[in-house]
């Protein structure tokens, strides 16, 4: 009993490592090597890292390929996921203000990101930035768009802006298009679960 | 004439699906059993190839648009669905501000950490302390001989960098020892594999395991909290995936580890 404890405690520290420490281009790692790293029982694993993580105010997210994110997870599901350490609840004010986004670019991002949820996951770069440019010059838009390219947030390919692993592990999509379209904003959902 | 008419229709057709797919527009613009009959009514007078082979872009560009019609439809049932319309006016009426605030609220930060360990320090110093000022070493690199020309077989057998076999059927042959070293062991140490009697034997294995590893015949895992390396022998040949980043990772084949292993075998 006390041996299965002690084998249950070294592996959850081990999850925290593998899922705390960057080992690829982007933070994170798939399920598949969780499993590799941890055997058959990772998710219970990954459960039990939740429950150390919660007291700190973090959690794992876990964020499925494509835009479904399913209520039951085959273990392909969840070998094709990507684990990340993520922060559990809302930031305060101050909080965003130390991380040192401006407004100005953070109203872009939501902008750019409600504009491609609401087109189903893809639009033109040119619709966006006309609809940007109705409030900020030119040289900003391409730049802000450039930059959230570069940070992970929007995939461009041939013209055309996708929702990138960023804005897909950090962004609560339900939430946002409710709150951009005025609608509940008392309880913010979770689009990604917090553990499968 | 005619027939050309009948082209530039379909070609019509495939921009139409074209531009739909690309820019995530409404796909039910797109009148699938319209385009569908007119590709009945033409394919009986198309005769050469190149006429079959548009009808077959037409229609497989058809069947894309059938499938995104039903991904709309999914979308426009799902919770995430909104009028692009009506979100592109709302966020024009609210201030950035307010938008912040959105922002604040559904924004979850993904939280890493980038560390370096003690013995990768000590080891940077090292590499440092080992370095020669660039001014010294630029000065030391021998004057090119000639034209530059690649390096022949014969140089390289030669050089004992590979036998007379085919450098594929030795690539084989060293795949088959992997296995047979790994045992049925997912994996092995890479030094343990690389080891050989003599340092110059050790390079040639650490030299034809990269090719192992880029060729799919086996992969590479780094634990990079212990430091170490192991190679993981696939059962089968693995395709090379274009889609999946290739990174090259240099490992230094360090002649005191090759000495501190041949002191303990």
Redesign the interface.
């Known amino acids: 009993m006390a041996e299965n404890t002690g084998a249950y405690v070294r592996k959850v520290k081990r999850a925290a490592k593998i899922i705390f420490y960057r080992r690829h281009r982007q933070p994170g790692v798939k399920g598949w090597e969780l499993r590799r790293a941890l055997g058959k029982e990772y998710v219970k694993i990954v459960d039990l890292l939740n429950q150390h993580l919660s007291s700190i105010g973090l959690q794992v997210r876990t964020v499925y390929e494509g835009s479904e994110q399913p209520q039951n997870p085959t273990s392909e599901q969840l070998d094709g996921a990507r684990f990340y350490m993520a922060v559990k609840e809302p930031l305060t004010a101050s909080d965003l203000v130390l991380s040192g986004w401006r407004v100005d670019d953070v109203a872009a991002l939501v902008v750019a990101v409600s504009y491609i949820i609401s087109k189903q996951g893809k639009a033109a770069r040119k619709d966006i930035e006309q609809i940007l440019r109705e409030k900020f010059p030119k040289w900003r838009v391409e730049r802000n768009l450039n930059r959230y390219i570069r940070q992970g947030y929007l995939n461009e390919v041939e013209d055309v802006l996708y929702l990138d692993w960023r804005a897909r592990a950090e962004i609560d999509q339900k939430t946002l298009i409710k709150l951009v379209i005025g609608g509940d904003t008392s309880k913010s959902s979770d689009q990604t679960t917090t553990t499968p | 004439m005619k027939r050309s008419k009948d082209r530039n229709r379909l070609l019509r057709i495939i921009s139409l699906c074209v531009a739909i797919e690309?820019?995530?527009g409404n796909p039910f613009e797109v009148g699938v059993k319209e385009a569908l009959e007119t590709l009945r009514k033409y394919l009986p007078h198309w005769k050469v190839l190149e006429d079959f082979a548009l009808d077959a872009e037409t229609l497989n560009r058809i069947s894309s648009i059938v499938s995104l019609q039903g991904?709309?439809i999914k979308?426009r049932s799902s919770?995430?669905?909104?009028?692009?319309l009506?979100?592109?006016l709302?966020?024009?009426m609210?201030e950035?501000?307010k938008?912040?605030?959105?922002?604040?609220?559904?924004?979850?930060?993904?939280?890493?950490?980038?560390?370096l360990s003690n013995k990768r320090v000590l080891e940077a110093i090292d590499y440092w302390n080992r370095l020669q000022p660039i001014e010294d070493r630029l000065m030391k690199l021998p004057e090119p001989s000639g034209v530059l020309e690649l390096t022949s077989i014969e140089e390289l057998i030669k050089a004992r960098i590979i036998n007379e076999e085919s450098f594929t059927a030795l690539l084989q042959k060293f795949w088959l020892e992997l296995k047979e070293k790994a045992n049925g062991e997912?994996r092995i140490h890479y030094w343990d594999f690389i080891y050989a009697p003599s340092y110059e034997e050790t390079v040639i294995r650490a030299y034809l395991t990269s090719f192992l590893v880029t060729y799919g015949f086996a992969t590479m895992e780094?634990e990079?909290?212990e430091e170490e390396t192991f190679l993981v022998p696939y059962m089968e040949l693995r395709e090379l995936s274009l889609k999946e980043?290739m990174i090259s990772f240099p490992i230094s084949i360090d002649y005191d580890i090759w000495k501190e292993m041949a002191e303990r075998q």
């Open positions: 690309r820019k995530g991904n709309w979308h919770t995430l669905f909104v009028d692009p009506l979100i592109e709302k966020v024009k609210l950035p501000e938008l912040l605030q959105i922002f604040r609220r559904t924004w979850r930060p993904v939280i890493e950490m980038d560390r997912e780094i990079p909290l980043q």
